[in-house]
């Protein structure tokens, strides 16, 4: 059964870069069946999709954060990473990495990582 | 960008009783597409219907999805007590969820 699991600071400064880790077990992230991506939900408010890869380094990302964030994979180490740069308050979510199939499941998102909390706050 | 709006905000039912939510879309979208998935508190989604009405793998027959172009539905046909959550649906962006609540 795979499975992800993110790590990274929970608490990170204003004007600061947020680096995120997904590492996934029980499968490789270098299969041309799935994209990898990170999904994030502010407190109260909806999730909001941030950026998928594909392997191979194919990257998508939201329209509305495309300029400050990047999506990478470590094939080595069987892990995709976030960074999201200049974060502020408005950056303050809980941060999920989730996996979606290729063509399986209509593209949905079909296995999350039990998320990671972050709060940017000086 | 299509915007996903649910309805109600939140259902007040009891045990037993049926649950129908409602995901309405800015735009007509393709029903191969469409998503919903619950949330418990302190826990990540969890995907219980894809392409508008197939049951995700394990996901009880009292879950139930259907509906076309921008109009669409989840239906839970009898309420058990691990059933009150929030639901989501997605088609690329998600809705703003329904909170089922005892």
């Known amino acids: 059964q795979m499975q992800l699991q993110e790590s990274g600071p929970g608490l990170v400064k204003p004007s600061e870069t947020l680096s995120l880790t997904c590492t996934v077990s029980?499968?490789?992230?270098?299969?041309?069946?799935?994209?990898w991506g990170w999904i994030r939900q502010p407190p109260g408010k909806r999730l909001e999709w941030i950026a998928s890869?594909?392997?191979?380094?194919?990257?998508y990302y939201n329209p509305s954060l495309k300029n400050r964030v990047t999506i990478s994979e470590d094939t080595s180490k069987n892990q995709f990473s976030l960074k999201v740069f200049s974060v502020t308050a408005a950056d303050t979510a809980v941060y999920y990495c989730v996996r979606r199939p290729l063509i399986l499941h209509g593209g949905a998102f079909d296995i999350w990582g039990q998320g990671t909390r972050v709060t940017v706050s000086s | 960008e299509i915007v996903l709006t649910q309805s109600p905000g939140t259902l007040s039912l009891s045990p037993g009783e049926r649950a129908t939510l409602s995901c309405r879309a800015s735009?007509?979208?393709?029903?191969?597409?469409l998503a919903w998935y619950q949330q418990k508190p302190g826990q990540a989604p969890r995907l219980l219907i894809y392409g508008a009405s197939t049951r995700a793998s394990g996901i009880p027959d009292r879950f139930s999805g259907s509906g076309s172009g921008t109009d669409f539905t989840l239906t839970i046909s009898r309420l058990e007590p691990e059933d009150f959550a929030v639901y989501y649906c997605q088609h690329g962006t998600f809705g703003q969820g329904t909170k089922v609540e005892i």
């Open positions: 890869i594909f392997h191979r380094g194919s990257t």
């Open positions: 735009q007509t979208v393709s029903s191969s597409y």
């Open positions: 029980g499968g490789s992230i270098s299969s041309n069946s799935y994209y």
